[in-house]
């Protein structure tokens, strides 16, 4: 079962504008983590936000987290057709490095 | 450094058969952790492998098997392949003791006819 759902399952912008998609999360957590996966092929660590930060910035990307509403956003700004990917949440519960629980990915799509 | 490398490619089995997919970690790392991606989902936790042991599984038949060796390569073996077993296989290392994140293959894409 997945851990996490990602919200829209699907997301279609032109260059230059904002994505904003959410996550909610089941359990307590240790840190929350998103990935990007070009289609079918393997997945790149985009940020990282650990359970006691509630926002983190990395480039174009921005990340917060609420624990108390066990929920997660990833804003992509200005983005580029490059960007055009399905981005996953991912949990990481357990102190066991590793054993992530996935959402099922937002799919976007950047129209030039 | 190098990275993930998963082989082979594109695999096609029949059901019932077994199956070996091979994955050699990024140099430095020590942990290996499996994961299955069925289409339009998101990875599934099968699991992991820390100093050549099991360390942590997910919600999968005994059939899903593993490996480690000591350059900290893996397999991972399916036995009596079934079709839904029919997914994309990611490999990941990592470094065991550290919040960082995973760094994954290109994953090896099976079918089951």
């Known amino acids: 079962s997945q851990q996490g759902e990602e919200d829209p399952q699907a997301l279609s912008i032109q260059e230059g504008e904002n994505a904003t998609m959410n996550c909610s999360y089941k359990?307590?957590?240790?840190?929350l983590q998103w990935y990007r996966q070009n289609s079918g092929r393997g997945l790149v660590h985009l940020i990282l936000?650990?359970?006691?930060?509630r926002e983190k910035h990395s480039g174009r990307l921005r990340v917060t987290l609420d624990t108390s509403k066990k929920s997660s956003s990833l804003l992509i700004t200005a983005s580029r057709a490059a960007d055009t990917a399905s981005y996953f949440c991912a949990t990481d519960s357990e102190p066991g490095w590793g054993k992530l629980q996935f959402g099922a990915g937002t799919q976007v799509v950047v129209t030039p | 450094e190098t990275g993930v490398t998963q082989s082979p490619t594109h695999l096609i089995k029949t059901r019932g058969q077994q199956v070996t997919l091979r994955c050699s970690s990024q140099s430095g790392h020590n942990t290996v952790s499996w994961y299955q991606q069925a289409l339009g989902q998101g990875p599934q936790f099968i699991f992991q492998y820390y100093r050549e042991e099991e360390n942590g599984r997910g919600n999968f038949p005994p059939r899903f098997s593993g490996l480690q060796f000591p350059n900290y390569s893996s397999e991972l073996n399916v036995n009596a392949l079934e079709l839904d077993d029919s997914a994309l296989y990611l490999c990941?290392?990592?470094?065991?003791?550290?919040?960082?994140?995973?760094?994954f293959g290109n994953g090896t894409r099976l079918t089951v006819t």
């Open positions: 936000i650990r359970s006691n930060e």
């Open positions: 359990t307590s957590i240790n840190n």
């Open positions: 990941a290392s990592s470094l065991q003791g550290v919040w960082s994140p995973l760094h």
